[in-house]
């Protein structure tokens, strides 16, 4: 099932993950010279294929966020929160997908969640998930691996 956005109108934002999907390089053609230059720090970002290739994401995401904060680069800064609401968006369609492994969608529900939560409060977050992966609901999904 597609989402519309306004008006019925499918987003941009959609547009661009079913093309990067695919295995096309997307650049967006409307962002301001300010913006483009830092698209290098971008890139590649959104692969995530375990829980903590998912932290690192994050981690990433919320170092540029400081960085870009910091700088005063309101444009730059707000990239980086349509990065991760689009790993929001990535995580959450294949949590959807039925023809995906369910212990993979489960992954991806979790990690859907983390971006959800480091979007609402970015401050808190990193806290919050030391606590959220010592939860015992937390390791009967997802196992230490043995050592």
Known sequence: MARLG??????????????EEAGLRVTWSTRSDTEGRYEEEFAGLLHFSTLEDAEMCIIRLDELLQKFTAESEKGAAERVREVGRLGRRRAEMIARNRKVDEKKRLEKEEIARWFA??????GAFFDWLEVRKQAPDYLEKFPPEDL
Do not use: H, M, N
């Open 117 to 122: 939560l480091w979007l609402e409060t970015p």
């Open 6 to 19: 306004e008006s019925g109108k499918t987003s941009p934002d959609y547009i661009v993950t079913v093309l």
